[in-house]
Structures are given as structure tokens and as C-alpha cells.
């Protein structure tokens, strides 16, 4: 069973998502639609580091980012975990030299909602139950030590 999202409409500026949950099952792969095919996981802290390089691009003025992009860059600020571009590029080795077959959305995931327990980690991202508990174990305590050198 899978979560399919895709866009409503045929025309690229039509942004509205559709989720279809039947049939989930969280022991299978979430697919998202052949839309998000080449598209890549990014930690919300990228996001965060992209929109405020768009903010800097225009010299620090706002008038012309319309409120949703100022509402983004803010929300996305808000919960950025890693404040710096090296931060982002070490939590990602990090958790990719434990265990280099997690998949980029494992990764992302794992570094945006650093769950502090096994069960707390497969309940948060279900695919990684397709990953043994001792590795999920050292993911966790290298995301944690990693998090406490950082902060």
C-alpha cells in the first residue's frame, strides 16, 4: 500500500498537491509520484539557507517576496536545526557514513525530526523498519552526538 501525491492539475503553475492514503501501509516505500522522480530531499535547514540566499540576492529588501515566501523563509527559519551550509553538509555524512543505504528521504528525515529512540524513529519514518534496530540505534546516538557538538 502507498501514499501517491501529485499535482491536480496538468499545467506546471498549478501547485496544489493531492494525497491519496488508501491502502498506506508503513512497512512499504512512500512514493510520491513520478512529478518527484529527480526531485531531491532537502533538510529543512536547506530550505531555510536557500530562501534567506534569495532574501541576501535582493539586498535585504522584502517588498517585492510576496507574504508566502516571507511566511516560508520564517517558518522554515523557525525550524532549522543546522545554521550553516558545513553544519547541513556534516549531519548528512554523518548519518550516510553509518549506514550508506539509507535513501535521501531516510536522511532528510532523520536530520529534521532527530527522534531519540527506536521506536520513536519508526514510527516518525516507517521505511526504516527495512533497516535493522542496531543500525537505527546508531544512527540515532551519531545524529545525538553529532546535534550536541553542533548546538
Known amino acids: 500500500r502507498i ?3 501529485f499535482y491536480k492539475g496538468k499545467n506546471p503553475k498549478d501547485t496544489s498537491l493531492s494525497m491519496d492514503f488508501n491502502g498506506y501501509d508503513e512497512e512499504n516505500e512512500i512514493e ?4 518527484f522522480e529527480d526531485a531531491h530531499c532537502l533538510l529543512t535547514s536547506e530550505v531555510s539557507i536557500l530562501l534567506e540566499s534569495r532574501v541576501y540576492n535582493q539586498k535585504g529588501e522584502t517588498s517585492n517576496l510576496s507574504p508566502v515566501f516571507l ?3 520564517d517558518y522554515a527559519a523557525r525550524l ?3 545554521k550553516s551550509k558545513p553544519a547541513v553538509k556534516n549531519v548528512r555524512s554523518e548519518l550516510q557514513s553509518i549506514n550508506p543505504h539509507l535513501s535521501p528521504f531516510e536522511v532528510a528525515c532523520l536530520a529534521d525530526l532527530c527522534p531519540t529512540t527506536v521506536e520513536e524513529a ?3 519514518i516507517p521505511s526504516l523498519r527495512n533497516h535493522d534496530e542496531q543500525t537505527v540505534e546508531e544512527l540515532i546516538k551519531g545524529l545525538q552526538y553529532f546535534n550536541n557538538f553542533n548546538e
Request: hydrophobic share 25%; glycine share 6%; charged share 25%.
Open 3 to 5: 501514499i501517491s501525491c
Open 32 to 35: 510520491l509520484g513520478p512529478e
Open 71 to 73: 511566511k516560508t523563509r
Open 80 to 82: 532549522s536545526k543546522y
Open 122 to 124: 519508526f514510527s516518525f
